[in-house]
């Protein structure tokens, strides 16, 4: 907190004071026309960073601390509520605007198969989230990897809903629904578990790197209505993953030696392809531990314990590509429905088990990985591919994330140099360690990780797809626009206009109001107290989740 008046207040930009004055004849002259505020102060708790305790000042006192019961109930509460609202929008869409013909892959279906009295409901209430790649992800769930394009998706996701929805067959609900609406059915509501576990693991690590209760409130507000949230709702495998991820980020923080640690991380990688990138926050977590240490023994100890890890990760991710190697690279008789070998051989398709010498080439390479291969055949994907004229649309789409994690990646480099050339790992000097917030000191790779994966998609990938993979795969764009809301003088100094415009009008004069270094939800809606560039990024985020939830229900592309 922050003690400021409208004719005088001044405060540092680059270090950020959470504390109040005492103000003890202010208080009291005024103490009926603040109790409100007072009490929302308590409420609001404690912002209290490392280099706050070090600060000599005999007039400031600290806020007292929250309850965060009420917080916890409020992320739940919030994340299913963003999600609920991503299936109602999409209802709508879907149901007042015609499907556009995309010419993608449409999983196939038995025509004769029997319809339950269930179906039209399901597809009714969440056919438009059965779009896109959601239709591979399905399939796979309903008849496994049966054509060789669909290896470019991980199995973690499609298996669970397989086993789910295999187990309730058992109990015979599929005398009320198909198995393939079943399988949407459960997609959707296995997303909104894992969007509300991603929403509760993000707060934990963002309070833990930014030191700031509020701004990982209002960095979870942001990941709950992000650019690519239809991503988190339709059978995709983003929320999932980005509940590993942002878990496997926390436990490395905590305790990077913990073989607990392996469970998110091979599921991590067993997800997303870019789940191959959290190992670097183990490795990078664990040399901070080797360089901490000045006892020999204990180096061996941490470095024996990380190699463990590393042999049962790899060894999780060597089991999906023996699967893989399995399928597609002997002759063998696989029992796949007709439906299915028809749509195979309409579209030409490589079906299982029907291998020949010109089909599936890196069987034979001498680390046989499909993934590389499948998504420069099928996906087009390769190093500057996407670089024509007729995709500067989807340039233009993914332009705002990346100019927010390119910008701001290179404002924070600039500002933390010294620190960041040696990698973090050295401790500070005691002028540093004063100068420097927490974010300054544990945001580096993070920070460098948003980057890679940036210029990864510039590069290599479609180019549209940069926003959700930066939603679901790295925090530091919900911390960047954060910042914007909570770090920024001038917007404190609204909030000091606006609550003394209206002690004016309650007939106070002379007033000088204690406000807190954050701004609450209120704020966030209230566009009237918001500056140009805090507009922009709530249009950003609330308009690309309308947007692209209607465009996406219908099949017309989007992230």
Same mark, same amino acid.
């Given at each position: 907190m922050r003690s400021e008046c409208y004719n005088g207040g001044t405060s540092s930009p680059k270090r950020r004071s959470h504390l109040v004055g005492n103000g003890k004849s202010h208080q009291t002259h005024h103490v009926h026309q603040h109790h409100r505020h007072s009490q929302h102060a308590a409420a609001a708790g404690r912002e209290t960073t490392v280099h706050d305790r070090g600060t000599d000042s005999p007039t400031m006192t600290e806020l007292p601390p929250s309850s965060g019961s009420f917080l916890h109930i409020s992320i739940t509460k919030l994340a299913i509520g963003s999600r609920l609202f991503v299936i109602v929008l999409q209802l709508f869409a879907n149901a007042v605007l015609p499907d556009h013909d995309a010419g993608v892959f449409l999983a196939p279906h038995d025509k004769d198969a029997p319809e339950r009295p269930l179906d039209a409901v399901v597809r009714f209430t969440l056919g438009g989230l059965n779009r896109w790649d959601g239709q591979y992800f399905l399939h796979i769930a309903e008849h496994g990897y049966t054509y060789e394009n669909a290896l470019a998706f991980f199995p973690l996701f499609p298996f669970i809903l397989k086993i789910v929805s295999s187990a309730l067959s058992s109990y015979e609900v599929v005398t009320f629904v198909s198995y393939r609406e079943l399988s949407l059915l459960l997609a959707v509501l296995l997303n909104v578990v894992c969007f509300t576990g991603a929403a509760k693991a993000l707060y934990r690590l963002s309070r833990h790197v930014l030191g700031s209760q509020k701004k990982a409130e209002i960095a979870v507000l942001l990941f709950c209505f992000n650019p690519a949230s239809i991503f988190f709702t339709a059978p995709y495998t983003e929320s999932m993953y980005a509940w590993l991820s942002f878990v496997v980020m926390y436990q490395c923080m905590e305790d990077v030696t913990s073989i607990f640690l392996t469970i998110p991380l091979s599921l991590s990688i067993l997800c997303r392809s870019n789940g191959m990138f959290n190992i670097g926050f183990v490795l990078y977590f664990a040399m901070?531990?080797?360089?901490?240490? #000045?006892?020999? $023994?204990? @180096?061996?100890?941490?470095?024996?314990?990380?190699?463990?890890?590393? @042999?049962?990760?790899?060894?999780?991710?060597?089991? =999906?590509?023996? #699967?893989?190697?399995?399928?597609?690279?002997?002759?063998?008789?696989?029992?796949?429905?007709? $439906?299915?070998?028809? #749509? +195979? %051989?309409?579209?030409?398709?490589? *079906? =299982?088990?029907?291998?020949?010498?010109?089909?599936?080439? /890196?069987?034979?390479? !001498?680390?046989?990985?499909?993934?590389?291969? &499948?998504?420069?055949?099928? /996906?087009? %994907?390769?190093? *500057?591919? #996407?670089y024509e004229l007729k995709q500067l649309p989807n340039f233009l789409l993914a332009l705002p994330a990346i100019y927010l994690v390119l910008s701001n990646s290179y404002q924070y480099l600039c500002e933390n140099w010294d620190y960041a050339v040696?990698?973090?790992?050295?401790? *500070?000097?005691?002028?540093? $360690?004063?100068?420097?917030?927490?974010?300054?000191?544990? =945001?580096?790779?993070?920070? &460098?990780? +948003?980057?890679?994966?940036? @210029?990864?998609?510039?590069?290599?990938?479609?180019?549209?797809?940069?926003?959700? !993979? !930066?939603?679901? +795969?790295?925090?530091?764009?919900? /911390?960047?626009?954060?910042?914007?809301f909570t770090g920024e003088r001038t917007f404190i100094k609204r909030q000091v206009i606006r609550k003394l415009s209206k002690q004016v009008k309650d007939g106070e004069e002379n007033s000088c109001t204690h406000v807190l270094n954050h701004i609450e939800l209120s704020d966030l809606l209230d566009f009237r107290w918001l500056n140009g560039r805090q507009q922009a990024i709530l249009v950003y985020f609330f308009g690309y989740t309308v947007v692209g939830t209607v465009l996406f229900s219908n099949f017309y592309p989007w992230t």
């Open positions: 901070r531990r080797i360089v901490a240490q #000045y006892n020999f $023994h204990n @180096i061996i100890c941490i470095c024996s314990r990380l190699f463990s890890m590393l @042999i049962i990760v790899l060894f999780h991710y060597g089991i =999906a590509q023996v #699967y893989n190697y399995y399928l597609f690279c002997f002759v063998q008789k696989f029992n796949f429905p007709d $439906h299915v070998r028809e #749509y +195979a %051989v309409q579209h030409g398709l490589v *079906l =299982a088990g029907n291998k020949t010498d010109d089909s599936s080439p /890196w069987c034979t390479d !001498l680390l046989p990985l499909s993934y590389s291969y &499948v998504q420069s055949h099928y /996906w087009n %994907v390769g190093f *500057l591919r #996407y040696r990698l973090g790992l050295f401790r *500070l000097t005691k002028k540093q $360690h004063k100068v420097m917030r927490p974010y300054d000191r544990f =945001a580096l790779v993070f920070v &460098v990780h +948003a980057l890679v994966l940036t @210029i990864f998609s510039l590069l290599f990938v479609h180019v549209q797809v940069t926003t959700r !993979l !930066l939603c679901a +795969a790295s925090p530091v764009l919900y /911390w960047y626009t954060a910042e914007y």
